[in-house]
């Protein structure tokens, strides 16, 4: 069973960064690869999505601040962070889309708190 390792959560202050990170137990072939956050008493929702083949989806709330990338050789995605802000405040998890027999299915993270505070 796979299964995908986060770090890099913290608290931070308003207009700080972090950079989170995911990787996967074994190496893997995802259909796509992204980042979801859920903030207290709302539902998970999709921060930014990187596909197959490139093409990268990412929320209005966070465009010009957050930048997924990924490392081959370390088998590892990230998400850097910058000019945090209280909104941003929520549990991240990574994900990984993968083709299955019948349907695609999901992987997920643990999940890492990230707290915007001053």
């Known amino acids: 069973q796979v299964y995908l390792v986060e770090s890099g959560g913290g608290l931070v202050q308003p207009g700080g960064s972090l950079n989170l990170s995911c990787t996967p137990s074994?190496?893997?072939?995802?259909?796509?690869k992204g980042w979801y956050r859920q903030a207290p008493g709302k539902p998970r929702e999709m921060v930014v999505i990187?596909?197959?083949?490139?093409?990268?989806d990412i929320a209005a709330a966070v465009k010009g601040r957050f930048t997924i990338s990924r490392d081959n050789t370390k088998n590892t995605m990230y998400l850097q962070m910058n000019n945090l802000e209280p909104e941003d405040t929520a549990v991240y998890y990574c994900n990984y889309r993968m083709l299955g027999p019948a349907r695609p299915f999901d992987l997920w993270g643990q999940g890492t708190q990230v707290t915007v505070s001053s």
């Open positions: 990187i596909s197959s083949n490139g093409k990268t």
């Open positions: 074994e190496r893997v072939t995802p259909i796509s």
